[in-house]
């Protein structure tokens, strides 16, 4: 083992940590905000029909995202379970679904009464492996739904062109890929619907919120309905005869004013993280015993976090070993991303969704081994943290600190 100069040691070994600045931060809401609510609140209503904040946003929203059509939600679970419903899915159907996402992704399939069914990952974009989804599909199979993880699209030309040779649909989850684009086009616009998230610990948000995007006109319909108990509604009223089950996700127009102008900062907020994170992964590009996350080709990511793996048998620590190593720097680290794959929770292993009766997902059998590759990904995942504000020193700590621990540690063997 080579000595180390105390300046190269660590901060677990001993050494000063690298990071020794503040993280870069800026107030995220502000008199933008401040200027839309005051519009907002001076219309004499809050409810989206007879208000024009979450008819603006929509508009804008479309707009952006070169598509027809938005339909502004709840959140974004609830615009994903909007965009089933307008897709009819139904019980007994199978939806197939990434295996690394947040819960919101999966519980919508659930309440439609269909069966999630877990495609294995691409092992460095840890998106959707075309292979896998192609290999999954049986004659239940009634929808792909794509998840962008982490601001890098699905390789959306082969997932398309599965969907096509067996006519199903696909709805992509783009919570977390807000800016992203896929060959030139915005994500969302290429599914059948996309689907966002206003949430809080997104790259923009409203508190909590969503929208579901489209350019099928009868799919819009649909979708409008499924936010709204399936009333027919306007600002003089509403048409009363439902004709299929929907819920009230109806976006107010207190957060449609916070997410207008939210929206007037995306492509900035985008634009810097990608600046941060590209130059990151170029001074990281040759640490031994790490690999980088790769774009999906034809993506422009937009960097909701920043996931790279470790192979232990040459860095010589765990990933768990890393990320600690990385938070005694100082840096914003954590291991293993939500730990286990969705398939892996008690709710389908034990199948406890439901206290009694029959569900098309109790007859099929979940637990450890569905996806060998996204079950490595959270196995050697080390995550960084990511903020538009973040600075150059922040970049040059950072990597100090990713660099020196990694030397440190494939020293020790």
Known sequence: MATMTTAELPAIAGGTPAKQTPYGSERRYGEEELGELEEALNQGTLFYAQGKKVHQLETEFAAKNGVAFAVATSSGTAAIHA???????????????????????????????????????????????????????????????????????CAMDELMAIAARHNIVVVEDCAQAFGATYRGRPIGAIGAIGCFSYNEFKHISCGDGGLA??????????????????????????????????????????????????????????????????????QLVDVPGIDLPQITPGCESSWWFYMLRVRPGELGADAGEFAAALQAEGLRASAHYIGHCIYEYPIF????????????????????????????????????????????????????????????????Q
């Not at 299929?244 to 976006?251: K, T, V």
């Open 83 to 153: 965009a089933l419903i307008a897709a009819g899915i139904s019980p007994g159907d199978e939806v197939i679904v990434s295996p690394i996402t947040d819960m919101g992704s999966v519980v919508p399939i659930l309440y439609q009464g269909a069966a999630p069914v877990f495609a294995d990952l691409h092992p460095h974009t840890y998106t959707l492996d075309p292979a896998a989804v192609e290999a999954a599909i049986t004659p239940q199979t009634r929808a792909i739904l794509a998840v962008h993880l982490a601001g890098n699209a």
């Open 213 to 282: 995007v489209t350019n099928d006109a009868p799919l819009a319909l649909r979708l409008r309905l499924a936010t709204d108990k399936c009333y027919n509604r306007t600002a003089q009223g509403a048409e009363r005869n439902p004709t299929f089950l929907a819920n009230n996700y109806r976006m107010t127009e207190l957060q449609g004013a916070v997410a207008v102008a939210q929206l007037k900062k995306l492509d900035d907020i985008v634009a810097r993280r990608r600046r941060w994170c590209d130059a990151l992964s170029a």
């Open 349 to 412: 292993v034990e199948h406890s969704a439901f206290e009694r009766g029959e569900h098309a997902y109790m007859r099929r059998a979940y637990g450890k081994g569905l996806c060998p590759q996204a079950e490595a990904i959270l196995e050697t995942c080390v995550m960084l943290a990511i903020n538009q504000a973040y600075t150059e020193t922040d970049l040059a700590e950072t990597v100090r600190g990713v660099r020196r621990v990694a030397a440190w540690f494939a020293g020790k």
